[in-house]
C-alpha cells in the first residue's frame, strides 16, 4: 500500500471512530426524553383511583336523564289520551308546563354533564399538574433539553422513552386525586 492511501485508510478510519464515538456520546446524553402521556393517564394510580368514581359520577348523570326522559314521555301520553276530553285551553297549559318542566329537566342535566366534566378535567389537571415537575426532574436527571409526548413522534428509540420511571415516580408522589373541582366563582 502507497502513503497516500495509508493516510486516507487511516484518517478514515479515525474519522468513522469519532462519528461513533460522538453517536453513542449523544445517544448517553439524549438531548430528548419522549414520555407516553395517555399512559400516564391512563395507567397512573391516581386516575384508577379517580375512576370508580367518575364511572359512579357518569352513571348517576345518565340515571337522571333516563328517569327525567321516562318521565316526561309517560306524562305527554298521558296528556295526548286525555286531550279529546279536555278544553282546548286546559290542555294548552298542561303543553306548556309539561314543555317549561321538560327544559328545566333538560338543564338539570346539562348541568350535571356539565358537572361530570368539570370533574374529568380536574382529574387530569391535578395528574398534569403532579407529573409536570417529575419530567423536568428525569429531563435534568438525563441532561435533556427537550420533553416530548409520544403521541407527537413517529418513532423513538426505547432508550429515550421514560414513562415508566415518571410513571413510578408519579404514583408515589400522588397516588390519589380528588375528583371535586373548587368551586367556580359566582357570576355577577
Known amino acids: 500500500m502507497n502513503t497516500i492511501t495509508r493516510t486516507l485508510l487511516s484518517g478514515g478510519i479515525a474519522l468513522g471512530a469519532i462519528a461513533a464515538t460522538a453517536t453513542a456520546a449523544a445517544a ?18 391516581a ?10 359520577k357518569a352513571q348517576s348523570v345518565q340515571a337522571r336523564a333516563k328517569a327525567l326522559g321516562d318521565q316526561f314521555r309517560g306524562e305527554a301520553e298521558t296528556l295526548q289520551k286525555a286531550q279529546a276530553s279536555m278544553a282546548k285551553e286546559a290542555f294548552q297549559a298542561k303543553v306548556k308546563d309539561l314543555q317549561t318542566r321538560q327544559v328545566a329537566a333538560e338543564n338539570e342535566v346539562r348541568g350535571r354533564e356539565q358537572d361530570y366534566a368539570r370533574s374529568v378535567q380536574y382529574v ?21 433539553s427537550i420533553a416530548m409526548d409520544r403521541g407527537a413522534t413517529l418513532a423513538v428509540a426505547q432508550s429515550l422513552d421514560v414513562t415508566s420511571e415518571v410513571l413510578t415516580r408519579l404514583n408515589a408522589a400522588k397516588p390519589t386525586v380528588s375528583i371535586n373541582p373548587p368551586a367556580q366563582p359566582a357570576k355577577n
Open 47 to 56: 386516575m384508577k383511583a379517580a375512576e370508580p368514581q367518575l364511572k359512579a
Open 124 to 144: 387530569r389537571a391535578q395528574i398534569l399538574e403532579a407529573v409536570n415537575p417529575i419530567i423536568t426532574a428525569i429531563m435534568r436527571e438525563k441532561g435533556a
Open 28 to 45: 448517553q446524553a439524549a438531548p430528548i426524553v419522549v414520555v407516553d402521556m395517555d399512559r400516564i393517564g391512563a395507567e397512573s394510580a
